[in-house]
């Protein structure tokens, strides 16, 4: 008899992480998306209520809270591609592990580019 | 062991039709597995865009006021870009999220609550988006000039 897995099916490394990464970052990105229609749509109550609520955007603590959701943002459509070339290139299976680093290097990239400028906004005194 | 050498499990024979229950017939989830590949790569260009406008150029988030947004929304560009950003978006974030509620939740009765709610935030979300892309006034009446876009007192 062979031996019985260890409890799990899940396989772990970057196959298995990618994929955990990939459905918390969607399901955080779609809760602030539902929030986001909402206070977008004070623009139709008055300039008053829109402006009093996009301020709170502008405090320190939401403006960390941006910058982990550019994040979340970022690595889910950079890790969505991969998925499809994994889905559609003939080798995307074979270079999925690469694809991961390759993701992980571009996520460095663009947020390298990216937190600098949002965080001078947010903390740069205005 | 030993017991599987004496008797033979029953099995039917090759190529007789599925008892049981039968699959679903259709191709949704067919058609759910190509929207999300296809949508995916359109958000990816209209959020990355979004991002640009909103958080990176001018003063990022804290150029982001009403007249900011009256200002964006005078040109047809932006209007149909965040009606597809939320049409898309919305459909494709439902449906990730009806995936996860299928996974996750085990009882037939949890998984009814957990999508209606879900199908339900759908259509208030989309509808109260929609109208107010297309219903807004840049130039209220009765608003302080200087909360208003400039070209409201033009």
Same mark, same amino acid.
């Given at each position: 008899m062979p031996d019985a897995p $260890? +409890?799990?099916l899940y396989r772990g490394r970057e196959g298995m992480w990618s994929w955990v990464a990939h459905r918390v970052t969607g399901f955080l990105i779609f809760f602030f998306l539902l929030v986001h229609v909402l206070d977008t749509s004070l623009v139709r109550v008055s300039p008053e209520a829109y402006n009093a609520v996009i301020g709170t955007y502008k405090n320190p603590v939401m403006g960390l809270g941006e910058a982990g959701l550019v994040a979340a943002i970022v690595f889910h459509a950079f890790n969505g591609i991969r998925v499809m070339l994994v889905d559609f290139w003939s080798k995307g299976p074979r270079y999925q592990r690469v694809m991961l680093w390759v993701v992980v290097g571009l996520f460095v990239v663009t947020m390298a580019g990216f937190l600098p400028r949002h965080l001078m906004n947010v903390f740069g005194g205005h | 062991m030993a017991q599987l050498a004496t008797q033979a499990p029953t099995v039917s024979a090759p190529r007789s039709p599925r008892s049981g229950r039968r699959t679903t017939r259709t191709n949704y989830e067919l058609y759910g597995w190509v929207f999300m590949r296809a949508s995916g790569v359109l958000l990816l260009v209209l959020i990355f865009g979004h991002l640009f406008m909103n958080l990176? /150029? +001018? /003063? +990022? !988030?804290? $150029? !982001?006021d009403f007249g900011f947004v009256a200002g964006k929304w005078a040109s047809p560009l932006w209007q149909v870009w965040d009606l597809l950003m939320l049409w898309l978006a919305m459909i494709h974030g439902t449906n990730g999220v009806r995936t996860i509620i299928n996974d996750y939740a085990e009882r037939t009765g949890t998984r009814v609550v957990l999508k209606s709610a879900l199908y339900l935030s759908f259509v208030v979300v989309v509808v109260l988006g929609t109208l107010v892309i297309f219903t807004f006034d840049p130039c209220p009446a009765g608003a302080p000039a200087d909360l208003l876009p400039s070209f409201c007192t033009a």
């Open positions: $260890a +409890g799990t | 990176i /150029d +001018g /003063d +990022g !988030i804290n $150029a !982001i």
